[in-house]
């Protein structure tokens, strides 16, 4: 299998500084509206980027659930992710929507949305996936899935009969971006790339060579 070969020209839209909204909050809902219309698989999807306790990146899928001041997301606080944000609150995201050709990418700080925020996602989401929040020691070395499924079965008793809470060591995180990059696949790699960039109190628009 000759890797090297595997190749796809982009040649659906453009991308120029006068296209796009002086708010990337803004630009990005309208980009984000758009994938949703052309049925982007798993429209929500990221990847986010962390720096690991040792230094080196780690990286990981996950689903945006909110877009305001940041980019939000939940996950357990002591998983991998939550250890390595508790040490270093950075972190990028990565969007990709091949069906539009169109890549986002955010860096800024990290930090944790509120109680209130945090159940009212919680409380939104199915049973089960409530249940699955308290069940999995995330990221932590498990023997077998056994482990798993008897975990279920001990939280479900424990919720027998009663209204289930959030766990405490579960809720959300809220993406501050201090840069966001829209891109815009163009034919024989010669992208287009804006640039968003906070500076004092004010979103700078740059263009970047492919």
Not at 27 to 54: P, Y
Not at 136 to 148: A, D, V
Not at 157 to 178: C, D, M, N, T, V
Request: net charge neutral; glycine share 6%.
């Amino acid at each position: 299998m000759d890797i090297s070969a595997i190749r796809k020209d982009y040649s659906i839209k453009s991308l120029d500084i006068s296209d796009v909204n002086i708010n990337p909050i803004v630009q990005f809902e309208s980009w984000f509206k758009e994938a949703i219309n052309a049925e982007v698989l798993e429209v929500n999807a990221m990847t986010v980027a962390t720096l690991g306790l040792d230094g080196t990146p780690n990286a990981r899928i996950l689903l945006l659930k909110g877009v305001d001041t940041g980019f939000v997301f939940f996950t357990n606080y002591q998983s991998q992710k939550g250890k390595e944000l508790a040490k270093h609150n950075s972190a990028s995201l990565t969007f990709f929507w091949p069906e539009l050709e169109r890549q986002v990418r955010v860096r800024g700080k990290v930090e944790k949305v509120t109680v209130e925020e945090s159940d009212a996602y919680f409380f939104s989401r199915p049973l089960g996936s409530q249940i699955g929040a308290w069940v999995s020691p995330q990221s932590e070395t498990i023997g077998s899935r056994e482990e798993i499924n008897t975990n279920k079965v001990d939280v479900e008793k424990q919720f027998e009969g009663k209204a289930i809470s959030r766990p405490p060591h579960w809720g959300g995180y809220r993406l501050l971006p201090s840069t966001i990059e829209f891109w815009q696949g163009r034919p024989s790699r010669l992208h287009d790339r804006i640039k968003y960039e906070f500076q004092d109190g004010k979103w700078i628009i740059t263009r970047l060579a492919p």
